[in-house]
């Protein structure tokens, strides 16, 4: 039996879907980010290697002062000559252990968007339907493109100023320490501060992350309304509409933006100007006579020097506490759609089916508790044409979706060949139903493609032009620049409505299902084309069982049987002429039809 939809495809909400679930730690969401680095740990290895070249060469820095220094003061010139050279050495090695460090940092991140980026679309493809209807197209295109690319702050970018500028500090550190470790101690009376500061602006900087990421799936989420609907923004005037929303929602993002801006730019100067005041005492002791006495000038100055280079790399790695936090915050948002529970596939069998339907007391209720369909009965004949008729909203189309598995049933039963559906599996079952909808969907790729396309890739070009001929698509098709080559847009609004319903009309025959549903299937054609195209229906019809839903009855009138919809119940089944007889609900609608 179906279990409850109310249980199965609770309405997410689409706000949820960027943050992590509740309880769920920062820091659980950084290891996770961090699996994703071990097959490259190679890389690291020469990552970490490159960043410690880079670093032993600002200690470098520091000591070629105090060898100019000392080489000045004690006159020595074959010191001195040797200056410039060890200069170009030093320069020379930086630039190895940058190139080390940036160039495998930087393919350690790229990898990680790609892998990051084809699992969540792969995931998009296993998602249930009920994903879909409570998440917008546009917030959920922003993960996949926006979010993917802030996980890399937390995960490599961050890492690789952790790497570079954390063994700077920890080299200078040393080196200071190793020359006066009493004077060296006293840097460290600011850490506390530091860190308090850095734990506040953490927890700001997430939220603000956060915020960011919502505004710009809302900035997708409208981009993708107006491009999609261009035509009627442009019909009904909506620019000025749409305009005004757009700038609404960028203006919101501008904020959240603005405000991470002035959380960096009061933290860092904070943490360096901790850092400033231990260095002044550092120096102003350094320079009593009790200690300057006691070293050599160029020892002095390579303190000094190492004490100054230390603001640089302490100033990054504050600033990286800014990548981290966005980071993270995205790695929530990806991770939550990722453990989104994905379509459940409970069939066990792959029969062959001759076409037969059952639908025994079938009840469909939304997560808002709309009732779609209440105690609906139908047996179908393998062979047999039904047509479904009823007002919009009657539960044509949740009928459909039922049988396809996209949507389970509250209550009841179906069965296909007496197996109960959920006993078939999903590539199985939906293997053998044929779908024309209502909305037609194309892609931007060629009209061979399109009509082969998916599973039916395999077919040869002869299948492809029959089924084209028998949808009444061959001869518009011929007239294309390149045939069955030509590439026909996005959503193939290159050409005109009826040609692609023809189209997916042939994808539809090329298929050859032993069920074959027909939403609408003619509704966007000329009345010449409408005409050919009911003829190619009714021979494909033959010997398979095809549910037909229609709004203009006179497309239907040769139905075996026709069920009629109100309400989501059936009120009346039977022949056309049967049904006229009757004088009930679809002989009223058939009279509504022909005024």
């Known amino acids: 039996m179906s279990q409850a939809y109310s249980s199965n495809a609770t309405k997410p909400s689409a706000k949820k879907q960027s943050a992590a679930p509740s309880g769920t730690p920062k820091y659980q969401t950084l290891l996770r980010l961090l699996r994703y680095l071990k097959p490259y740990w190679w890389a690291l290895l020469l990552t970490i290697i490159g960043f410690a070249i880079n670093a032993s060469t600002e200690i470098g820095t520091a000591k070629l002062l105090q060898y100019i220094t000392d080489a000045i003061k004690q006159s020595d010139q074959s010191k001195r000559d040797w200056f410039p050279v060890l200069i170009i050495m030093l320069f020379l090695v930086r630039g190895v252990g940058s190139f080390l460090g940036n160039y495998y940092s930087a393919l350690i991140s790229r990898n990680l968007v790609y892998e990051l980026r084809v699992e969540v679309f792969n ?7 009920a994903f879909y209807l409570a998440n917008p197209a546009g917030t959920i295109s922003s993960k996949l493109i926006f979010d993917v690319e802030q996980v890399t702050a937390a995960s490599t970018d961050s890492m690789k100023t952790v790497l570079r500028d954390g063994l700077t500090v920890i080299g200078l550190i040393g080196f200071l320490f190793y020359s006066n470790w009493r004077l060296t101690l006293i840097l460290f009376v600011v850490l506390p501060p530091i860190l308090w500061l850095i734990r506040i602006a953490s927890k700001r900087y997430l939220k603000l992350s956060k915020g960011i990421q919502e505004t710009m799936g809302d900035v997708s989420h409208i981009t993708n309304e107006v491009i999609g609907g261009y035509q009627v923004v442009k019909n009904y005037g909506g620019q000025a509409y749409e305009a005004e929303r757009f700038d609404k929602t960028s203006k919101k993002n501008l904020r959240q933006g603005m405000k991470v801006v002035v959380t960096n730019s009061i933290n860092t100067p904070a943490v360096q100007l901790l850092m400033a005041m231990a260095m002044s005492v550092v120096v102003w002791l350094a320079l009593r006579p009790s200690v300057i006495d006691n070293i050599s000038a160029g020892e002095f100055i390579s ?16 600033d990286v506490n800014q990548k981290l936090q966005k980071g993270i915050a995205a790695g929530e948002s990806i991770f939550a759609l990722l453990d989104e529970p994905e379509e459940k596939d409970t069939g066990t069998v792959s029969p ?53 598995r996209t949507l389970p049933t509250s209550s009841g039963q179906i069965t296909l060949d007496g197996r109960p559906i959920e006993d078939i599996e999903l590539e199985s079952l939906r293997a053998q139903i044929a779908m024309v909808n209502q909305q037609v969907v194309l892609f931007n790729t060629t009209v061979f493609n399109n009509i082969a396309y998916g599973s039916l890739a395999n077919k040869s070009q002869a299948e492809v032009e029959k089924a084209a001929k028998d949808a009444f698509a061959h001869d518009f098709i011929m007239k294309l620049p390149n045939g069955y080559q030509s590439e026909i847009g996005a959503e193939g609004l290159q050409l005109s409505g009826g040609q692609r319903q023809r189209l997916s009309i042939a994808r539809a025959l090329l298929k050859d299902a032993p069920i074959l549903i027909l939403d609408e299937a003619t509704s966007a054609l000329d009345n010449e084309s409408e005409y050919y195209i009911q003829q190619a229906l009714d021979n494909v019809m033959k010997d398979r069982t095809t549910l ?19 309400g989501g119940q059936l009120v009346e089944l039977g022949t056309h002429d049967e049904l006229m007889q009757k004088q009930g609900h679809y002989a009223q609608m058939y009279a509504r039809d022909f005024e």
């Open 123 to 129: 995931k998009l493809l296993r998602l249930p339907s």
């Open 303 to 318: 303190y000094i020097a190492a004490a100054g280079l230390l603001s640089k790399p302490v100033r990054s790695l504050t």
């Open 352 to 404: 062959a089916l001759s076409g037969e339907i059952s639908l025994d007391n079938i009840s469909l209720v939304y997560p808002d508790s709309t009732v779609a369909l209440r105690d609906f009965t139908l047996d179908v004949r393998a062979g047999e044409t039904v047509a479904l008729v009823g007002r919009s909203g009657a539960g044509k189309s949740s009928l459909v979706n039922l049988l396809t």
């Open 548 to 566: 037909v839903i229609a709004h203009r009855l006179t497309t239907i009138e040769s139905a075996d049987r026709i069920a009629v919809l109100d």
